[in-house]
């Protein structure tokens, strides 16, 4: 082992090398070196890996940096799909759940995340532009070890005589919550994604795409073209629609032949439907999944196995019993399935006739069809995947899936983009870098149990909201964990100060009453008014969640955003039963907002003054609101 410190011009570098490495029961000739970088005046360090592999077997995983023996600190994030939330992880590792983790790019959304309190915090992150398969850990490392560790695990296949190095990680110890980390890891992001050049229709809209169905599961006729086309122009104008099934032979079954439904009158009939929704003013977007291949399509027959994701048996590193493609049964009600046919093999998104593919199906559906926007299932949800089929052109099963992803979706945004300027891509799921291709994205935080970061995690959307405020996201009413959210009346209030669009607000919710309905529905035609008035801050503007603010009472749920133009906006919600007189403090120094000249304080909802004081920078605010009502506080330089 050697070591050498060495003084910067901006900093302190730190170089420790290893020529070989000791293990359990004999030495191995990997030569590693790692190095350590902290710029002056900074509360973050830069980390990096080298390994030069001597060995005739392959280094398959590297987990680094490993800090471990951690004090305690209150909670933990993480970036499970919008992002989720461990209070107190450390007292929650046990023999039966030792850690917790996530994959990027899918489950994890970004790759970064954070053990804090609300006075510091540890942040430690990957700043990959490759976009590799790796994990983020946090808990026991291993039998035995009590005190909580955070690491991430690599996966560099170093074959015999080659060198791998790693992306620089970034560890940073600093004062003050989570919010030190969501502004470094937006900084990164920042200086090498480009921005998603999003639709006007997607930008202004307040709700999502909401489904229709045309054929189920199991290929059962729920509503033909027309008639689907008559229920979307029921809807208003600024609910767009999304056909689910509309393909042979319904939804989940013949994946991925996005053709129309002969005995439903083929694309004579899907296309005159979707050219009235036009006529009537109305968007409507096509439904279709980029990671599974129905076994008993002809495309799969023909090329499916070729695509396919080779996996491997876990822990033993060969290929599996089944033949090493991976598939997953998503469908038992269809009839393939009961003759034993109706598994979908999963493709790998590097294979490039399997891009070519989905690029053709989809230029197809807004070419031909003239649908306005595509829907790509999976394509940032469920599990990202390592593929050992070498004739994908990945260079090793860890850079199969996000590349491909982002070659794919690239290919995708540029065709649809020439067909139509104003088509609208959306995805399931979120992927920091696949954003810049796409229109928005459906956040399933929470909605599939097994997909949990740990069975006590609550989701806390605000990680990506911060991080990632240009970026649209859409989820379910009632998929959070904040508990007023689920109450089936005013539940969607809690959309409206996260700046969630509503996927669903249309929708009834199951068991209501109807009196609960039509409160609902006074709710979010209110939701949709002041989203709309207040168009700079929720669709222009960005959303910088508690910065700067401080509210009472604690019923008062409230966010800070940013406005395009220089205003600035707090979104609120009185989640309690009762009228609350409620104090709104904002500190315009945390928000770079200047002071010069005097200020506008008004209510969104009313448009009258409110009255405020203000004092070294905080403007004290004091709104009142009914049972359950929201608002919005708009202050602004007076003209």
């Known amino acids: 082992m050697g070591w050498r410190s060495q003084r910067l011009d901006d900093g302190l570098r730190l170089e420790v090398s290893y020529d070989s490495i000791q293990m359990e029961k004999r030495r191995i000739k990997v030569a590693l070196r790692y190095s350590i970088q902290l710029a002056n005046d900074s509360e973050a360090t830069s980390w990096e890996m080298s390994v030069d592999n001597h060995e005739p077997g392959t280094i398959r995983e590297v987990h680094f940096p490993f800090l471990s023996g951690l004090v305690k600190l209150d909670n933990l994030i993480m970036p499970n799909h919008s992002g989720q939330l461990l209070r107190n992880p450390g007292e929650k590792m046990s023999d039966e759940i030792p850690n917790v983790h996530v994959e990027y790019p899918a ?301 794919m979706l690239r290919r995708i945004r540029e065709a649809t983009r020439a067909l139509n300027p104003d088509s609208y891509l959306w995805i399931e799921g979120m992927n920091d870098v696949y954003g810049q291709f796409i229109d928005y994205h459906l956040d399933k935080n929470q909605v599939w149990e097994p997909m949990r970061t740990h069975p006590e995690a609550e989701t806390f959307a605000e990680m990506w909201r ?69 168009s700079d801050y929720f669709f222009y503007g960005e959303f910088r969640d508690t910065t700067g603010l401080r509210v009472s009472p604690p019923e008062l749920f409230a966010k800070v955003y940013r406005g395009a133009n220089g205003g600035i906006a707090v979104a609120a919600w009185n989640a309690a039963s009762r009228p609350t007189q409620a104090v709104v403090a904002i500190n315009l120094r945390r928000l770079e907002f200047s002071e010069t000249g005097d200020l506008s304080v008004t209510s969104l909802d009313t448009r009258q003054p409110l009255p405020y004081r203000i004092d070294r920078g905080v403007v004290q605010v004091k709104l009142r609101l009914e049972r359950h009502d929201i608002d919005v506080v708009e202050i602004r330089t007076a003209k």
């Not at 595509?374 to 004739?391: H, I, P, R, T």
């Not at 989820?475 to 969630?500: C, E, Q, T």
């Not at 609960?516 to 709309?532: F, G, M, N």
């Open 466 to 534: 911060y991080s990632l405020p240009d970026q649209i996201i859409v989820d379910d009413p009632k998929s959070y964990s904040y508990l007023p959210s689920k109450d089936p009346a005013y539940g969607d209030s809690y959309f409206f100060v996260m700046g969630i669009r509503g996927y669903g607000m249309l929708n009834e919710l199951a068991g209501s009453s109807p009196e609960q309905k039509q409160i609902r529905r006074a709710v979010t035609d209110k939701i949709r008014r002041l989203w709309t008035a207040g």
């Open 107 to 407: 489950r994890a959304s970004m790759q970064w995340f954070e053990y804090f309190s609300s006075r510091a915090g540890l942040y430690l992150a990957a700043y990959d532009q490759d976009l590799n398969y790796k994990q983020l850990f946090f808990g026991r490392a291993a039998a035995g070890m009590k005190d909580a560790s955070m690491w991430i695990v690599q996966y560099p296949f170093a074959v015999t005589s080659t060198t791998w190095r790693s992306p620089e990680l970034v560890v940073g110890i600093h004062a003050g919550d989570w919010h030190w980390g969501g502004d470094e890891y937006r900084r990164w992001l920042r200086s090498w994604v480009p921005p998603s050049q999003v639709s006007k229709y997607v930008r202004e809209m307040t709700d999502s795409d909401t489904d229709v169905f045309i054929k189920d599961v199991d290929e059962s006729l729920v509503h033909n073209y027309s008639d689907a086309a008559r229920m979307a122009l029921e809807r208003p104008l600024h609910c767009g629609t999304m056909f689910v099934g509309w393909h042979y032979n319904g939804h989940d079954t013949y994946y991925p032949e996005y053709v129309p439904i002969p005995d439903l009158g083929g694309k004579d009939a899907l296309t005159s439907a979707i050219d009235a929704i036009h006529t009537g003013g109305s968007h409507v977007s096509a439904y279709t999944n980029v990671r599974l291949n129905a076994i008993a399509t002809k495309t799969y027959k023909d090329s499916g196995s070729a695509w396919a994701v080779l996996n491997r048996t876990p822990g033993t590193g060969v290929p599996s019993l089944s033949g090493g493609e991976l598939r997953e049964d998503w469908n038992p009600k269809w009839t393939p399935a009961r003759r034993g046919e109706g598994s979908h093999a999963v493709m790998c998104p590097s294979a490039k006739g399997w891009q070519d593919h989905m690029v053709a199906e989809v230029s197809r559906i807004v070419g031909e069809y003239h649908f306005d926007g595509v829907f790509l299932d999976q394509a940032g949800s469920f599990y990202s995947e390592l593929c050992w089929n070498k004739n994908h052109g990945h260079s090793n099963p860890a850079n199969a899936w996000g590349p491909g992803y982002v070659a």
